[in-house]
């Protein structure tokens, strides 16, 4: 079994060409639930949805949002009627998010009701919440404090970050389920989403970096140059304090790290990266930087 530390799209572009590779029942998923919000009355946990999205067969890879070929009649009828959401959200993709938020209104855990939502989407894979208590990451900027799909989707990163804050109730603590799938790992793989609102809220959970620093850790940087491949990992990683490359990245990880893995055109030098081709543009490219991963992986624990 393999456990990936997942966000929202560089993450699940890798998973699109593990799949091909591994039964989806040998492949457990943590995700970042720290860009959850609560949306017209239900709850939207968008990268969970991707990942669950792309495990069912439904996830639109064009956008790496949502359910492929949805319609969007209520998001429409809401804009048009003074209602304002800042998001566009599908019907069915709101189906899901209405059926979680009554589920966590009566009570379930976030992990009981992801895994029940996905088993009877027919889901393999095991998704797991890195978390059941609400976790948001925020973005300090010019304009005040901004929840970060505020800042990304209806500003569209234009504002100038001067810090990230996470902000909760109670500190986030790793459930038992996601201790358990590191410790049952054959090894645990960092995909290349984004360090500071994908990654970073998963390993601050209390017990997940413990648990890593047992296994055999590889991770992917997002980075080329002082580029992400996608989002605002630039901007943010310099708000975070750290270099916005992969070395800034390798620095991130380090005391965890076992492999990590780069971009064969990255001209920054990792000493003792591995090179591979991390663009993943389409699924036979996803299929060929999962097979290379997979190598790294069972070539350390066979």
Request: proline share 6%; with cysteine.
């Amino acid at each position: 079994m393999i456990t990936f530390l997942s966000g929202g799209t560089g993450t699940p572009k890798l998973l699109r060409g593990v799949r091909s590779l591994l039964p989806d029942k040998e492949i457990t998923v943590v995700v970042n639930t720290a860009e959850d919000l609560w949306i017209s009355g239900n709850h939207l946990s968008p990268d969970l949805d991707t990942v669950m999205y792309l495990f069912a067969g439904l996830a639109d890879t064009t956008t790496w949002w949502g359910i492929t070929g949805d319609s969007f009649t209520t998001h429409d009828a809401l804009n048009a009627w003074g209602g304002g959401e800042l998001l566009r959200i599908g019907d069915r993709d709101r189906a899901v998010h209405i059926l979680r938020g009554e589920m966590l209104r009566k009570g379930m855990r976030l992990t009981d009701a992801a895994g029940l939502i996905s088993r009877r989407m027919g889901v393999a894979a095991t998704l797991l919440p890195m978390a059941d208590t609400p976790v948001s990451t925020l973005v300090d900027t010019d304009l005040g404090l901004l929840h970060f799909q505020d800042y990304w989707v209806k500003h569209r990163g234009a504002p100038r970050v001067k810090e990230v804050v996470r902000r909760f109730a109670e500190p986030p603590k790793a459930t038992p389920e996601v201790i358990r799938a590191i410790g049952k790992a054959d090894g645990v793989v960092i995909g290349p989403s984004n360090p500071v609102t994908s990654i970073s809220p998963i390993l601050e959970c209390a017990g997940v970096v413990e648990a890593l620093s047992r296994k055999f850790v590889v991770a992917v940087s997002p980075f080329i140059g002082d580029r992400p491949v996608s989002g605002p990992a630039g901007e943010l990683m310099r708000a975070w304090g750290s270099e916005p490359t992969s070395q800034g990245i390798f620095d991130l990880y380090k005391d965890i790290l076992d492999v990590f893995v780069q971009d064969i055109r990255d001209p920054v030098k990792v000493a003792g990266a591995v090179r591979l081709d991390t663009l993943m543009r389409d699924k036979p490219a996803s299929e060929a930087l999962a097979r290379e991963i997979l190598k790294l992986v069972q070539g350390k624990t066979s």
